[in-house]
């Protein structure tokens, strides 16, 4: 969901400006923001296929899209079980999220990114696992002044975001 609240610009003002503020962080840290392409699936779904076409074109110009492959399946296949202990079906953190959620852990464990941002505290349990740190999107900023929506918005998320409204791929 950060993705999108950042993206597709889904959430309310409070989640797009805590996302926003976020992505400045990642931007000044000059990190690489890496997208399982599990998560740009489940992105993709509610676009149209014009828009689809578009955000991709835009996400592959600006952050690392990180395929969900045979050394990843082997980690999720191992974690799926462990996510699923205990629970009974058709519970609140359904099969189909647990396996979500196990392949996007997978991916960025494979793909050695060290840090996973997820609002699914079963999501970030599952990458605590694989010695991978978790965060959840911060409920504020960590100095004084915080992220006012003022700060220049060259960032990560938001050339990606004006990519896929214009379709270009420039910077």
Known sequence: MILAWSLREDGNEDQRSRTQ???????EEQCQIIV?????????????????????????GSFMLAPFDVRCAAIAA???????????????????????????????K???????YSNDAKCRELALRLGLIPHDL????????????KAPRKKQAHRARQRGRS?????
């Open 21 to 27: 503020w976020l992505f400045d962080q990642f931007e």
């Open 36 to 60: 399982p392409t599990v998560v740009l699936a489940e992105f993709l779904v509610p676009l149209s296929e014009q828009r689809r076409t578009e955000m991709l074109g835009a996400m592959s």
């Open 78 to 108: 191992s974690l799926i079980p462990i996510a699923l202990d205990g629970r009974k079906k058709g519970e609140a953190h359904s099969r189909h999220s647990v396996k979500v959620d196990a392949m996007l852990v997978a991916t960025a």
């Open 110 to 116: 494979v793909w050695n990114a060290g840090r996973v």
């Open 138 to 149: 911060p409920k504020q900023p960590s100095n004084l002044f915080g992220y006012a929506g």
């Open 167 to 171: 379709g270009s791929k420039s910077k």
